[in-house]
């Protein structure tokens, strides 16, 4: 009896750590999976110009759209330029509006932009898939005038 309960523990413990395991994975996949559709957009803007890059970006369910993660765009002063999921904040500029915990974390992506070229940032959003507030890391690369994001919920 003993050995079959220490049996059911082991396999209820090595359960729970696939599990917990298998969440940590997906989470690193979809920050790869970010920085390989950021990547992706850059290569497009050198070969397409930015007039193009902003219309194929703007296109809901277009090639820069694969459901929660999105390239999305700012110029150099943190205006958005492209994003398929909002059209509404399309000529905004969001460089003074926080997130939900204060942090002004578009400033963070300009200025390493401008310094560094490129760079990662953490902060809270609004999920469009789950309609949520969640924390959200988005890699991002200046590729002319233009910053080129993508992001992964966490």
């Given at each position: ?12 413990f ?10 940590h ?38 090639q ?23 059209p509404?904040?399309?000529g ?6 926080p997130?939900p ?8 992506v300009?200025s ?22 969640e ?11 233009m ?8």
């Amino acid at each position: 009896m003993r050995k079959m309960s220490f049996a059911v523990v082991c396999t209820v413990f090595f359960a729970l750590a696939c599990f917990v395991m298998a969440g940590h994975v997906q989470a690193a996949g979809n920050t790869a999976e970010a920085k390989a559709l950021v990547d992706k957009a850059v290569s497009y803007a050198k070969a397409n110009g930015k007039d193009k890059t902003v219309a194929e970006i703007s296109k809901p369910k277009g090639q820069f759209d694969k459901g929660d993660i999105y390239v999305f765009a700012y110029d150099m002063t943190a205006t958005v330029i492209a994003h398929p999921k909002n059209p509404k904040i399309i000529g905004k500029n969001l460089l003074e509006v926080p997130d939900p915990d204060g942090k002004f974390f578009r400033k963070d992506v300009i200025s390493q932009a401008k310094s560094k070229g490129s760079g990662w940032v953490d902060y809270k959003y609004l999920n469009p898939e789950t309609k949520k507030i969640e924390p959200k890391t988005t890699y991002f690369v200046r590729s002319g005038d233009m910053i080129l994001c993508a992001g992964a919920y966490k």
